[in-house]
């Protein structure tokens, strides 16, 4: 329809600005019937940890008003397979991949990015930080800027030679300072949201659904707080590239997070309900863009921020 809407990931080109979400389609087969997969930006893979893991126990998913918790536990099958199986399927298919990566130390994530090094297919890391369902939940790397910064310095080191995007969380005191540690450390972008630490009880048995007790939280319950948090971050780091996601289900949503500074957007909850949603909303953010006047999407990234009357005060 005439409009551009190719946009980068860090220095590379990707014709579509919607990705899939990490973790919310493995690596991408169960949505291959119902989308085009090389139509999407990429199609970003559940983080994938140096050995194979069967995850928390179940229940692992609860229903929540807009949205769900999940307390999967990284579950995949580690590096090896996800080298010899998942990621050479979806170089087969002709899809880009951003692998994403977690860990439950510094020297993980390092050796993850090395064993990724040249791998057929990916164009993109996600450095997955802030996975609320680690075993011990007080040491998510996110929520400590130091932390953040020394995973991300020692992924940039280990030089997997593509794009590096860190994953943060939104339970924190100060996103925008944890972004720029992330930047510091040789981020050259960010993804902007991982679910919220929730929790849900069952009023039968008085006991809490999930088995692990807390999960954490997606979809449309937390778009607002995703938001405010792609616009703090890029409010405050207005040259770093954001891949913005939480509770996307349509095209106005995702204009959204592009006015409010993302070049990207991943939609994850929403494929449950509907798999084929990624591509609609591609259309649909196209279509919006055309409507308002766009020639290109890089000409909407960030646009509600030029808006003269908004002051430093009422930005932050
Ligand atoms: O696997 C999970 O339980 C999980 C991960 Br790695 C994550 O990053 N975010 C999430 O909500 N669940």
Same mark, same amino acid.
């Given at each position: 329809?005439?409009?551009?809407?190719?946009?980068?990931?860090?220095?590379?080109?990707?014709?579509?600005?919607?990705?899939?979400?990490?973790?919310?389609?493995?690596?991408?087969?169960?949505?291959?019937?119902?989308?085009?997969?090389?139509?999407?930006?990429?199609?970003?893979?559940?983080?994938?940890?140096?050995?194979?893991?069967?995850?928390?126990?179940?229940?692992?998913?609860?229903?929540?008003?807009?949205?769900?918790?999940?307390?999967?536990?990284?579950?995949?099958?580690?590096?090896?397979?996800?080298?010899?199986?998942?990621?050479?399927?979806?170089?087969?298919?002709?899809?880009?991949?951003?692998?994403?990566?977690?860990?439950?130390?510094?020297?993980?994530?390092?050796?993850?990015?090395?064993?990724?090094?040249?791998?057929?297919?990916?164009?993109?890391?996600?450095?997955?930080?802030?996975?609320?369902?680690?075993?011990?939940?007080?040491?998510?790397?996110?929520?400590?800027?130091? @932390?953040?910064? %020394?995973?991300?310095? /020692?992924?940039? =080191? $280990? &030089?997997?030679?593509?794009? +590096?995007?860190?994953? !943060?969380?939104?339970?924190?005191?100060?996103? @925008?300072?944890? %972004?720029?540690?992330? /930047?510091?450390? =040789? $981020? &050259?972008?960010?993804?902007? +949201?991982?679910?919220? !630490?929730?929790?849900?009880?069952?009023?039968?048995?008085?006991?809490?659904?999930?088995? /692990?007790?807390? =999960?954490?939280?997606?979809?449309?319950? +937390?778009?607002?707080?995703?938001?405010?948090?792609?616009?703090?971050?890029?409010?405050?780091?207005?040259?770093?590239?954001?891949? =913005?996601?939480?509770?996307?289900?349509?095209?106005?949503?995702?204009?959204?997070?592009?006015?409010?500074?993302?070049?990207?957007?991943?939609?994850?909850?929403?494929?449950?309900?509907?798999?084929?949603?990624?591509?609609?909303?591609?259309?649909?953010?196209?279509?919006?863009?055309?409507?308002?006047?766009?020639?290109?999407?890089?000409?909407?990234?960030?646009?509600?921020?030029?808006?003269?009357?908004?002051?430093?005060?009422?930005?932050?």
């Amino acid at each position: 329809m005439g409009i551009d809407m190719a946009t980068r990931l860090g220095g590379t080109q990707i014709p579509s600005p919607v990705l899939t979400a990490s973790g919310c389609a493995a690596a991408g087969r169960e949505l291959d019937p119902f989308l085009d997969l090389t139509a999407l930006g990429a199609v970003v893979t559940k983080s994938v940890q140096l050995r194979a893991r069967s995850g928390r126990p179940t229940p692992r998913m609860a229903e929540t008003p807009s949205g769900m918790l999940n307390s999967i536990g990284l579950q995949g099958p580690g590096i090896e397979a996800f080298l010899s199986d998942d990621l050479p399927w979806l170089a087969s298919r002709g899809a880009r991949a951003m692998v994403s990566i977690a860990g439950g130390a510094v020297e993980e994530y390092a050796e993850l990015a090395t064993r990724l090094r040249g791998a057929r297919g990916m164009i993109a890391l996600e450095v997955n930080i802030s996975c609320p369902n680690v075993e011990s939940r007080g040491e998510v790397f996110a929520c400590d800027p130091a @932390a953040a910064s %020394a995973v991300l310095a /020692a992924v940039r =080191g $280990a &030089d997997p030679g593509v794009p +590096i995007y860190a994953k !943060l969380s939104p339970d924190v005191t100060d996103i @925008a300072s944890v %972004a720029r540690a992330c /930047a510091d450390g =040789g $981020a &050259d972008g960010i993804s902007a +949201i991982n679910t919220l !630490l929730g929790l849900v009880i069952d009023t039968e048995t008085l006991r809490p659904v999930l088995s /692990a007790v807390t =999960g954490g939280l997606s979809g449309p319950a +937390i778009r607002p707080v995703a938001l405010r948090c792609v616009w703090q971050i890029h409010r405050a780091l207005p040259e770093t590239p954001i891949l =913005g996601m939480g509770g996307i289900t349509n095209g106005a949503e995702a204009l959204q997070f592009v006015v409010a500074g993302a070049s990207a957007v991943s939609v994850g909850t929403a494929v449950f309900g509907d798999p084929s949603a990624p591509e609609r909303i591609g259309r649909e953010l196209a279509e919006l863009l055309v409507r308002k006047g766009f020639a290109r999407l890089s000409d909407a990234i960030g646009f509600a921020h030029r808006s003269a009357e908004l002051t430093d005060a009422a930005g932050t």
